[in-house]
């Protein structure tokens, strides 16, 4: 945001308009009608001698993740990235994106996401795979502001919720399958699921596919509840 909107300002004055990123972002500089020198000051002085528009930029803060990243915190390039996901989540502060390149990353514990944070792959389920071994849930999300876009999520395991636990967030383009549960939800316990494919979950109890999950758009096929 800026700290001054559109109005009227008195001819010849002088007024300052200050770029205010919020915390998952960062001010990258001014665009429109503004000084050369004053691109990127983030509190510009700016002479009201004619109608002046100027637009604020900001990019949010970005963490990658890659199986051939150089694991060099805190992993802000492909360069740097970290080769696990907890890593990456590790370093988010509220609101930041976590952005995984292809690859299969196997888990030994649950992926946690706690801070309202997107993680995204490059280039979607079909190359981005995160592998719960079947001996761990994969993902264990917290916070509702939190966003799970484009994997496959396999072989998760865990009492409820094998695949997914989301007690906060959202998972949207994903293929969710060959998850299981010895009670509740093989493959997504809570939260929301849209755009996505649930495929050949297990439970032992209920909610083969998923459970107390709100779905939308998703495609539910050879799921399996045993009672």
């Known amino acids: 945001s800026v700290s001054l909107g559109d109005g009227w300002y008195a001819a ?3 007024v300052t308009i200050t770029a205010i990123p919020d915390t998952r972002a960062t001010f990258v500089g001014w665009t429109g009608d503004i000084p050369p020198a004053d691109t990127n000051v983030i509190a510009p002085t700016l002479l009201m001698d004619r109608p002046r528009a100027v637009t604020a930029n900001f990019i949010v803060t970005t963490h990658y993740v890659s ?4 694991h060099l915190s805190p992993y802000t390039n492909w360069v740097t990235a970290a080769t696990n996901l907890q890593a990456a989540l590790d370093v988010c502060e509220d609101g930041a994106r976590v952005l995984v390149s292809g ?3 196997r888990l030994s514990s649950p992926v946690l996401m ?3 944070i997107r993680m995204e792959s490059l280039s ?10 079947d001996a761990v849930r994969c ?3 917290s916070n509702p502001s939190n966003v799970l876009d484009g994997f496959t999520i396999r072989r998760g395991r865990a009492t409820d919720g094998g695949g997914l636990r989301l007690i906060g967030g959202i998972a949207r383009n994903c293929v969710i399958t060959g998850n299981s549960a010895p009670q509740y939800a093989g493959g997504v316990f809570g939260g929301a699921v849209v755009d996505s494919v649930l495929f050949g979950n297990v439970s032992s109890v209920d909610g083969g ?5 709100a ?10 509840a045993w009672q």
């Open 215 to 224: 779905l939308r758009n998703c495609l539910i096929t050879y799921n399996t």
């Open 67 to 70: 199986t051939n990243g150089g």
């Open 12 to 14: 010849g004055s002088s």
């Open 139 to 141: 993902i264990d999300s």
């Open 209 to 213: 596919g998923a459970h107390s999950a």
């Open 103 to 105: 690859g299969v990353y």
């Open 124 to 133: 979607g389920p079909a190359t981005a795979t995160i592998d719960g071994v």
């Open 114 to 116: 706690t801070n309202g």
